[in-house]
T-cell receptor
Framework: AQSVTQLDSHVSVSEGTPVLLRCNYSSSYSPSLFWYVQHPNKGLQLLLKYTSAATLVKGINGFEAEFKKSETSFHLTKPSAHMSDAAEYFCVVSGSSGGYNKLIFGAGTRLAVHP | NAGVTQTPKFRILKIGQSMTLQCAQDMNHNYMYWYRQDPGMGLKLIYYSVGAGITDKGEVPNGYNVSRSTTEDFPLRLELAAPSQTSVYFC???????????FGQGTRLTVV
């Protein structure tokens, strides 16, 4: 069975400081992993994806994530936070199951960015 | 370049009423999904469809029904609305060969 654990429900940073959102996954085979971002009262936007190519994945708006199989982690980072990064972030694992692309969502991490 | 379009954006229902949440995609995706999002719970799959005429239950299907008569449309029907169905509903779509899904803007439903 697949599962995703986002280790922090809330993260608060100051503008201009690094961002680290932590995600651990469980999968019986090599998974596809994603980070989605949800701004207030908006839909979910794909930030980046890992699909068994390069382990360091670059996404939009300066975010990147590193797939570490030995640690079963897929943490999201950004060198310098911007006020517009304040949002909810979801780590997602995907696997084909029963004929469809099954997405398993973490509970989400709410990122607050302070001036 | 619409992507996935959901209507309405907001709705208040009284207990026992019914309604249909509309979802349409223009990306020719075979797979479509309905999720609900509850605070602190991530997203849970309600129903999914792998093509026109084919639907199946997800994790939390009780109280909902779907149909898929065309590739583009995937409406979600709520019969006999209950307060437990107060949530934000997201429709999504994807290609079979690509795992990432594209989401609509969501429908915020309150049942009072």
């Amino acid at each position: 069975a697949q599962s995703v654990t986002q280790l922090d429900s809330h993260v608060s940073v100051s503008e201009g400081t690094p961002v680290l959102l932590r995600c651990n996954y469980s999968s019986s085979y090599s998974p596809s992993l994603f980070w989605y971002v949800q701004h207030p009262n908006k839909g979910l936007q794909l930030l980046l994806k890992y699909t068994s190519a390069a382990t360091l994945v670059k996404g939009i708006n300066g975010f990147e994530a590193e797939f570490k199989k030995s640690e079963t982690s897929f943490h999201l980072t950004k060198p310098s936070a911007h006020m517009s990064d304040a949002a909810e972030y979801f780590c997602v694992v995907s696997g084909s199951s029963g004929g469809y692309n099954k997405l398993i969502f973490g509970a989400g991490t709410r990122l607050a960015v302070h001036p | 370049n619409a992507g996935v379009t959901q209507t309405p954006k907001f709705r208040i229902l009284k207990i026992g009423q019914s309604m249909t949440l509309q979802c349409a995609q223009d990306m020719n995706h075979n797979y479509m999904y309905w999720y609900r999002q509850d605070p602190g719970m991530g997203l849970k799959l309600i129903y999914y469809s792998v093509g026109a005429g084919i639907t199946d239950k997800g994790e939390v299907p009780n109280g909902y029904n779907v149909s898929r008569s065309t590739t583009e449309d995937f409406p979600l029907r709520l019969e006999l609305a209950a307060p437990s169905q107060t949530s934000v509903y997201f429709c999504a779509s994807s290609f079979p060969t690509r795992p990432e899904a594209f989401f609509g803007q969501g429908t915020r439903l309150t049942v009072v």
